[in-house]
């Protein structure tokens, strides 16, 4: 009986197949969150392969075996990001420290005219901030911040946090009243945490949302979405604006409505007012709940075949 004669291109066509379908499995589990957590030379080096395994005109032994190192590299991510889970998910013990602004005027600084504060608003300002810190943790630690600031570094249940207050280019505050303070709150969270962004309607478009109850699209909480414009990745607005954390960010925009902005391991609040302890803790509670939101999956599970029919 003669041997069945097997055509060995088809067999070599039929191994790239395979090893198609392997990483189109692959790649059908993997999240955006997934690609954005990644370092970025990780993801170009992964491209590189990529791009080496599609390569429309290379010889087919040639694609298998770049598509097989492809599927290796792509394996050995997905292993990481399963043992790894702890370190997407949890967020760091430490606040990424805050930095200064930059100068609003950087030419008068340059040529020798910086900016001026009446030392007896800064002391005043010392004094705000550190009285609200204190009553937040009475352990904080606080210090200058730049030209015209204070910084303090405290902890709320067990939570890391950042306040920083600059007077405003005109000196901004004093024990009278306010004029212009620049207020900054921040904690650290998981980094897988969804990106997230909130900034203020326009002065026009706040006024027409809450004269009609019509405005963009947004979490379906009038108070909240005549204040706010979200823009976030798929799921991450449901997680973190919590009815709690809603509320809370209604409560520091009845002073001025702040942005929010939730990227790379920090969530961070900005807004400009007088700094009391009324709209700093309602900032501490806003990002506390953002902290505690679950984050994004960077692994969806693999599909599971029914049996044959």
């Not at 973190?240 to 209604?250: E, I, N, P």
């Not at 929010?260 to 302890?277: I, K, M, Q």
Request: hydrophobic share 45%; charged share 30%; proline share 7%.
């Amino acid at each position: 009986m003669s041997p069945v004669y097997r055509d060995p291109d088809l067999a070599l066509r039929q191994r790239l197949a395979e090893a198609r379908a392997r990483v189109t499995e692959l790649e059908a589990r993997l999240t955006p969150t997934f690609w954005r957590v990644q370092p970025a030379d990780r993801v170009r080096a992964l491209e590189r392969l990529r791009a080496e395994a599609f390569k429309g005109r290379s010889a087919v032994q040639e694609l298998i075996e770049a598509t097989a190192r492809y599927v290796e590299s792509l394996s050995a991510m997905v292993q990481h990001a399963r043992d790894d889970d702890a370190h997407w998910r949890v967020p760091p013990d430490r606040c990424p420290r805050l930095q200064p602004d930059a100068p609003t005027y950087p030419l008068a600084a340059l040529f020798g005219a910086p900016r001026r504060f009446d030392e007896a608003a800064l002391e005043a300002l010392r004094a705000r901030v550190g009285s609200i810190a204190r009553r937040l943790d009475p352990a904080f630690c606080v210090e200058d911040f730049g030209r015209g600031g204070v910084l303090a570094e405290l902890r709320v249940d067990g939570a890391p946090f950042m306040l920083s207050a600059v007077l405003g280019d005109r000196g901004g505050w004093s024990a009278a009243g306010a004029t212009e303070v620049a207020i900054t709150v921040r904690t650290s969270v998981a980094r897988g945490a969804g990106l997230l962004r909130l900034r203020p309607h326009e002065a026009s478009m706040h006024v027409l949302s809450l004269l009609t109850g019509r405005g963009r699209a947004g979490t379906g909480d009038p108070e909240f979405d005549a204040w706010f414009e979200v823009d976030a990745e798929p799921g991450a607005a449901r997680a973190q604006l919590t009815d709690g954390v809603r509320g809370a960010l209604c409560l520091v925009a009845r002073d001025d409505a702040p942005t929010l902005t939730v990227d790379e391991g920090v969530a961070e609040l900005r807004w400009r007012f007088e700094p009391s302890h009324t709209n700093v803790r309602a900032a501490v509670d806003a990002l506390r709940g953002i902290r505690a939101a679950p984050a994004m999956p960077l692994l969806k599970e693999p599909s599971r075949k029914g049996p044959p029919r």
